[in-house]
């Protein structure tokens, strides 16, 4: 697994994602792009997945974009909800901001992240 210091390397797969979902460029199934679904599917908790054809594999594209994209953004948006209620001191609801998260999100660098949030509140008011 490719990893960067705060997680998986998922530029590979949003390069291969924006040429053939965005541009309308063939999938090319090699071995490295079959790789690289396998591997992006675990990260992000796709289980079992079949790569096997042309149309699987495209699935599973999909997929795995859209989990890393609408999880990237519900964190974000969620984050950034947090940190305006803890500026006004309200961690009752920052942390449910995290909770909330946490209740929907399956992509497991997303859940740590939330998880780490509620940690570091763990002892405020």
Not at 1 to 6: A, I, L, R, S
Not at 8 to 19: F, H, N, S, T, Y
Not at 38 to 43: C, D, H, L
Not at 69 to 74: A, M, P, W
């Given at each position: ?6 997680g ?12 053939v ?16 679904l ?6 992000v908790?796709?289980?079992a ?19 890393i ?6 964190l ?6 947090m ?7 309200d961690?009752?609801s ?16 997303y ?8 940690a570091?509140m763990?002892?405020?008011?």
């Open positions: 697994m490719t990893t960067t210091e705060d998986p390397d998922w530029d590979p797969i949003r390069a291969l994602a924006r040429q979902l965005r541009q309308g460029a063939p999938l090319v199934l090699t071995d490295d792009v079959r790789g690289l396998r591997r992006t599917a675990r990260e908790a796709l289980d997945v079949d790569v096997s054809t042309d149309a699987s594999a495209l699935a599973v594209l999909r997929e795995c974009s859209r989990r994209t609408e999880g990237s953004n519900r974000g948006d969620a984050l950034h909800r940190y305006r209620h803890q500026e006004k001191g961690y009752d920052a942390r449910q901001e995290m909770r909330d998260v946490l209740s929907v999100e399956v992509v497991p660098l859940r740590e992240i939330a998880q780490g949030q509620l570091v763990a002892n405020t008011p």
